[in-house]
């Protein structure tokens, strides 16, 4: 088994695994190793797998393990093209920084793809705190940031508000995260509201600077799994459903489903 990787701050394919029916203990150790060390793992290939078998490998990358999307034991969703959540335009972000417990890791298979073709484009968070100057990291030192994601009434969502260090160990490895996104961040709340927004764009440079930025273009049956806080991703541009379809299928680990957070969320902003 080797790796070969596909940026030079984060991300690698896997050659050589067999993505149907590998899984030695040897190989999940090498697989869970590389995985610590690219932040992205790619199997390229393989075919399509079962929904047991995606979740199966997922759960090689955690803890925590996949959590189930319903609370009714449905651990594996579909974004699909045909509905805004799989076709919109997306900023950068890390998915559900706006709660309490973002999620660790996704999983995404590609299980439809446009002939125009789509991609999804990647940057690294924790590349990116290593690119600031050593004087603007003692600067954000302590500072605290506001992450925000308003009401959606399709989908009869609360607001969702959490409070993150800009600077976030890494739970696994305690390597430090900008943990920034353009989609969701709100105010640096030890800096007024002006001194905040001039900030934020700031490390939005460091952050999302072309060459930082890694565009996967997805094929058939791409299976992509990545640390969804050392990584950010955007769809930059929308997936109009005239254009051909485009499903990813998708297991994601957390320590807390999404139908909790959201009652979480609802119970906060009624007590406020």
């Known amino acids: 088994m080797q790796f070969r990787p596909l940026h030079p ?7 050589g695994f067999d993505v149907q029916n590998g899984g030695t203990p040897e190989e999940i150790a090498a697989l869970a190793g590389a995985y610590e060390r690219y932040t992205m793992l ?10 047991a078998r995606h979740v199966e490998i997922a759960s090689w990358f955690g803890p925590p393990g996949p959590v189930d999307n319903s609370g009714k034991g449905d651990f594996v969703s579909v974004l699909r093209n045909e509905e805004p959540a799989g076709s919109l335009q997306l900023p950068f972000h890390s998915d559900l920084t706006y709660t309490d417990c973002p999620i660790k890791a996704i999983c995404l298979q590609a299980i439809a793809v446009p002939e125009s073709g789509t991609s999804t ?8 705190w290593g690119r600031l ?3 603007l990291r003692a600067d954000l ?3 605290t940031l506001r992450h925000l994601h308003l009401a959606n009434a399709t989908y009869g969502w609360p607001d969702f508000i959490a409070e993150h260090p800009v600077c976030k160990p890494h739970p696994r490895t305690g390597r430090p995260i900008l943990l920034v996104t353009r989609h969701h961040a709100d105010r640096i709340l030890e800096l007024d509201e002006a001194g905040s927004k001039a900030m934020l764009e700031r490390l939005y440079a460091y952050l999302y ?13 791409d299976l992509l799994i990545w640390d969804n806080l050392a990584l950010q991703h955007a769809r930059t541009r929308r997936s ?5 379809k485009r499903a990813l299928q998708r297991v994601a680990l957390a320590e807390v489903g999404l139908p909790e ?12």
């Open 9 to 15: 701050d984060f991300g690698a394919e896997v050659i």
């Open 42 to 51: 790619l199997f390229r290939g393989g075919g399509r797998v079962s929904h």
């Open 121 to 128: 484009t990647f940057v690294s968070s924790m590349a990116a």
């Open 133 to 135: 100057p050593a004087p």
């Open 141 to 143: 030192a302590g500072k």
């Open 209 to 221: 600077a072309p060459e930082a930025r890694y565009e996967h273009r997805w094929q058939r049956d």
């Open 240 to 244: 109009d459903p005239s254009e051909g």
């Open 261 to 272: 957070l959201i009652e979480r969320a609802r119970q906060r902003q009624q007590a406020a």
